[in-house]
């Protein structure tokens, strides 16, 4: 009996020793999976501080941030990088404003009326426009949005230009929007509901007066990152927007978003080690701290709206 009772317990202890093991080794690998991230973000971030440190020896920060120029790539340089931050100002606004009210509404279906059969359907399908290839976007708009839908409405519509790209962005984004606003509705208590219906709230009432504010902080912190999404797209911009570096506020008009230059210079049009090569670096930066600050807003407003249940 005490020899049983022995091999009981040594088992026991080489069950949980292994066990513990088996944790050890869990934790290290999802620690190393989270650090390559961060270091591949610290690779990236040295990379383009060194490259744009070499740009500014030969320009002013103050042409870069105030100039209303960009013509690096042409025989008489200008470092303004007005035109192109605008145009990617304007294409995102377009995005968000397309991307916010619909993918809202679809959230509120998803969360608050389909059924589990529905639901099972369609958000998987609406999550799938985010996994189309951008440069699907980019030819849809250039031979089919702009030449067949939009001129029909503004017939002196060029054939590359900023609305066009800032719609087929917006839906691009759109599945942000709405699988992140329905799991922050998702999210809210069905006490609050029946608290609601109790006091006959109609299911409108219930959806709109209840659960949209209670998740209000989950809702606008998606709209902040569909809208950093949309400041990084690049493909849609590079085919469907041109490469045109213009400072106008005309949605008709070809323009140059900062990743579309981007996609420009690293295709081989600027020679390695030139300023022409080195302003990609500088735009990079650029593009990096707007979304980088966009995120830490949307950290902050999530943060600050927030309801703990």
């Not at 091999?7 to 290290?28: D, E, P, T």
């Not at 059969?117 to 949005?145: D, H, M, N, Q």
């Not at 409108?204 to 902080?217: D, E, G, H």
């Amino acid at each position: 009996m005490a020899e049983q009772q022995k091999s009981v317990i040594f088992l026991g202890s080489k069950s949980i020793h292994r066990r513990n093991l088996i944790n050890r080794v869990a934790q290290s690998t999802f620690l190393l999976a989270s650090l390559v991230s961060t270091v591949a973000l610290i690779v990236i971030f040295f990379t383009l501080i060194t490259e744009s440190i070499s740009f500014f020896t030969h320009v002013s920060i103050i042409e870069f941030l105030t100039g209303t120029k960009w013509t690096v790539l042409f025989a008489e340089k200008h470092f303004g990088i007005l035109p192109l931050l605008n145009a990617t100002l304007i294409t995102s606004a377009i995005a968000v404003a397309v991307a916010a009210p619909a993918g809202l509404a679809a959230a509120i279906y998803l969360s608050e009326y389909a059924g589990n059969r529905a639901r099972g359907l369609l958000k998987p399908v609406l999550e799938t426009l985010s996994g189309i290839p951008t440069v699907v976007y980019g030819y849809f708009a250039l031979y089919f949005v702009t030449p067949q839908l939009l001129r029909g409405l503004i017939p002196d519509l060029g054939i590359h230009n900023a609305l066009a790209v800032g719609l087929m962005i917006g839906v691009l984004v759109m599945p942000i929007v709405a699988s992140l606003s329905d799991d922050a509705m998702k999210a809210v208590p069905e006490d609050l509901r029946m608290a609601a219906y109790s006091l006959g709230a109609r299911k409108y009432q219930v959806v709109l007066r209840v659960v949209v504010p209670a998740a209000l902080s989950g809702i606008m912190a998606s709209v902040i990152l569909a809208f950093a999404r949309a400041m990084g797209e690049t493909m849609i911009a590079a085919i469907a927007g041109g490469f045109r570096p213009i400072l106008s506020f005309d949605v008709k008009e070809a323009m140059q978003t900062m990743p579309s230059y981007i996609a420009q210079v690293a295709t081989g049009d600027a020679p390695h080690g030139t300023i022409e090569y080195q302003s990609l670096f500088a735009v990079g930066l650029f593009l990096l701290l707007i979304t980088a600050a966009l995120n830490f807003i949307g950290v902050r407003v999530v943060r600050r709206w927030e309801i703990r249940y």
